[in-house]
């Protein structure tokens, strides 16, 4: 786990108000306002369109087999509760009964998933409207009401309802974006599983080799098929070299190795030693690398299609342009970016949503004459994981984004402290293209920043008298 410092920006009073300065993102442009933090965006309400009237207020706390439920019918101040098994019978009868007891009505119904079984099967019934609760959220309110940290699932229904009746303007219903955008969202989170799982199976296979045949690792890289090929064949550097040198050449070169290649494996492979003689450590290890190179193809062949349905997805998406146009994003990018904004455009009022929605900028805190700021945990690790990778792989493409860099570096800034000031700074850039549906030019944004820049401050020199010193004119004579 990396260490971030707490106090990594520094505070300036100015005037009627304090502003905080990004020392370590963004140099000195002022970041986010000490008095008041920007709420999360799926938080925040909907001022565009009128108030809902509902029949009735629904606070789920849910589990993984029974849920706990707590109703308020409107113009009563009673509060019913009750159970529901986790079944889609169960929830369809549930749901069926409310439709039958306010009929053409509205139901609000709060929940602590903004994703999960439970979230999808409501979301089918039109005459719910869903508020996704943060969990974090519900469990500050419980603690400010019962501070001996007392909990229970009935007691967690009843609170859940209290946040929705009682500060119905904190919350935004959730409103899913188009089924594309979404597949595309889901897909592309799987791709990062599915890589990120092999990545932790070729770290393994590496700890594992090195125990037993280390010379395989200095061979072929890791990730390669035929490394894995070569272990299925021959797990051990003992059987390998009592091949017949014929059979292995041959074996070799069907694997696509040139020539000059297969010289030099033959001759390094009569050339090693084993590392070890305990049949112990051998025999298990064994297994356990034929598992793990297995577990690697099995996860290598499942993105070919996660990449082609992406990739099919992707060019048939309407702002498809606007990512593509970007230094840096390609096919892998391309699609993540899209996801990252999706298409809903009123979902982010300003760029700096969505600077603090995918974490890349800090949370402020400040108590009395103390002014900090800290990393930001409460966030979607894969949407920062986005803009920060991308913003990385823009410094190949940006004339502005490697100048920027390079300055943040300059300034003594470490290299993941440059990358997340460079993120915070396109994810301005790219929000108002997304939200104009214009794709990006670097020569305009380079044209813009012309404009915009501040004149470098004279450099005023004061002279003073001082016997026995030699005089300004002198020097530079």
Request: aromatic share 10%; hydrophobic share 40%.
């Amino acid at each position: 786990m990396h260490w971030f410092p707490k106090r990594i920006l520094r505070c300036r009073l100015d005037g009627t108000h304090s502003r905080l300065y990004y020392k370590v993102f963004a140099e000195a442009s002022p970041c986010l306002r000490a008095q008041t933090e920007r709420r999360n965006p799926i938080s925040q309400p909907n001022t565009n369109t009128p108030p809902l009237v509902f029949a009735a207020w629904l606070g789920i706390d849910w589990a993984d087999r029974k849920h706990r439920w707590a109703l308020r019918v409107a113009g009563q101040a009673q509060i019913e509760q009750g159970d529901l098994e986790h079944s889609p019978e169960a929830v369809d009868q549930f749901m069926g009964a409310l439709a039958l007891r306010f009929p053409g009505q509205l139901i609000a119904i709060a929940l602590e998933q903004s994703r999960g079984p439970l979230l999808y099967q409501l979301s089918k019934y039109a005459h719910v409207v869903l508020y996704p609760i943060h969990p974090n959220t519900l469990a500050h309110y419980r603690k400010s009401l019962y501070p001996s940290g007392a909990k229970s699932d009935p007691g967690d229904a009843a609170l859940i309802l209290e946040l929705l009746v009682k500060h119905p303007e904190r919350w935004r219903p959730f409103q899913p974006d188009t089924v594309e955008t979404r597949t595309l969202q889901f897909l592309v989170e799987a791709r990062r599983e599915v890589v990120d799982e092999k990545t932790r199976y070729s770290n393994r296979l590496t700890a594992q080799l090195k125990m037993y045949f280390p010379q395989l690792l200095d061979w072929f890289e890791v990730d390669q098929a035929v490394l894995g090929a070569v272990l299925l064949r021959w797990p051990t550097l003992e059987q390998l070299q009592q091949a017949r040198p014929s059979a292995v050449a041959k074996w070799l070169r069907q694997h696509r190795l040139s020539e000059a290649r297969v010289r030099e494996l033959q001759q390094a492979i009569a050339a090693a030693i084993p590392a070890i003689a305990d049949t112990a450590v051998i025999e298990s290890s064994v297994l356990t690398v034929q598992r793990l190179v297995r577990q690697l193809e099995l996860l290598r062949d499942s993105l070919a299609p996660l990449d082609a349905r992406i990739a099919e997805l992707t060019a048939e998406h309407p702002d498809r342009s606007i990512f593509q146009s970007l230094p840096g994003a390609g096919p892998v990018m391309v699609p993540r970016l899209i996801a990252a904004f999706g298409t809903q455009r009123e979902r982010f009022a300003t760029a700096a949503e969505l600077q603090c929605y995918s974490g890349i900028a800090p949370v402020s805190e400040s108590s009395g004459q103390q002014h900090w700021v800290h990393w930001r945990w409460a966030c979607s690790k894969f949407l920062r994981q986005t803009f920060h990778e991308w913003a990385r792989l823009s410094l190949r493409k940006s004339t502005w984004a490697r100048a920027y860099y390079d300055r943040q570096r300059a300034n003594e800034k470490s290299h993941q402290a440059a990358v997340r000031a460079l993120a915070f700074k396109w994810i301005r850039v790219v929000f108002r293209c997304w939200k104009d549906r214009q794709p990006y030019d670097e020569a305009r944004y380079l044209a813009a920043l012309a404009k915009t820049a501040k004149p470098a401050k004279p450099l005023e020199i004061q002279l003073k008298k001082t016997d026995g010193l030699t005089s300004l004119k002198q020097l530079l004579s």
